[in-house]
């Protein structure tokens, strides 16, 4: 019982909201397979961390930034590596790809993600 309230008082911090989609191959009517994103969770809770690694750096052509991305749910979600996030925040939103495995901890799960420019 204790554990569940300290899960509680974690997802207290979850103050996001994201929508969570997935590739699955479907076969054409010609038999070929498509790519089709579908919908596996709808309005869950989360929160979004922005981290950078190291100091932007100047190179004669561009401003080079690195960017690490994270991604906080509840431990009760199956996440994959490679599913699409649309995380809301403040009334916009913004989408992720998630680029690794899902880590589980005792109260929330962390998926590392990139920035996904399609829109799903």
Do not use: W
């Amino acid at each position: 019982m204790e554990l569940r309230k300290l899960q509680k008082s974690a997802e207290a911090l979850f103050n996001d909201r994201c929508d969570i989609k997935r590739y699955r191959f479907e076969k054409n009517e010609m038999g070929i397979s498509n790519a089709v994103l579908y919908d596996v969770y709808n309005d869950v809770m989360c929160r979004i961390s922005y981290l950078t690694s190291k100091p932007n750096e100047e190179t004669p052509t561009a401003f080079k930034t690195e960017l690490k991305i994270k991604l906080f749910l509840p431990i009760e979600y199956k996440i994959e590596s490679g599913d699409i996030f649309t995380v809301y925040r403040n009334g916009e939103s913004r989408s992720f790809r998630g680029a690794s495995q899902s880590r589980v901890y005792s109260f929330h799960q962390e998926v590392e993600v990139i920035i996904y420019d399609k829109n799903p």
